[in-house]
């Protein structure tokens, strides 16, 4: 299976670019950068690992992802907070992030099975 195939991946990229069009007039700059960045980096990483050829290097990506999700939930909270971020946006945000940080989590235990079960045999 390819990573274009996967729902997590799938949000994740309309996640990313949701940061982008509703951020798009933002005059901060370097927020907006970071937490689009953030939103990048989520879904980069997942493709990213799902192109490596060991199951080792794909849960490390994956961290990276789950660790970007953090990033970005954070993130929103602070704009939230600054009234850069619409507080129903940035709900949906957070709960979406909650949702894909589940599912990498899911994709890394699925992984370390995996690793696991073809090192006993």
Same mark, same amino acid.
């Given at each position: 299976m390819q990573f274009e195939d996967l729902d997590i991946w799938k949000r994740s +990229?309309? @996640? *990313?670019a949701d @940061?982008?069009?509703? $951020?798009?007039?933002l005059k901060d700059y370097g927020f907006k950068d970071?937490?689009?960045r953030s939103g990048l980096s989520?879904?980069?990483n997942i493709s990213e690992g799902c192109e490596r050829v060991s199951a080792k290097e794909c849960i490390n990506f994956l961290n990276y992802a789950k660790g970007s999700c953090g990033e970005l939930r954070t993130q929103v909270m602070i704009g939230m907070e600054i009234d850069y971020i619409n507080r129903d946006i940035g709900k949906g945000w957070l709960e979406e992030t909650k949702a894909i940080s589940a599912m990498v989590g899911g994709l890394i235990r +699925?992984?370390?099975?995996? $690793?696991?079960?073809?090192? *006993?045999?």
């Open positions: +990229a309309r @996640l *990313s @940061l982008y069009k509703e $951020l798009k007039y970071q937490i689009t989520i879904r980069s +699925a992984k370390r099975n995996y $690793l696991n079960n073809k090192g *006993s045999k």
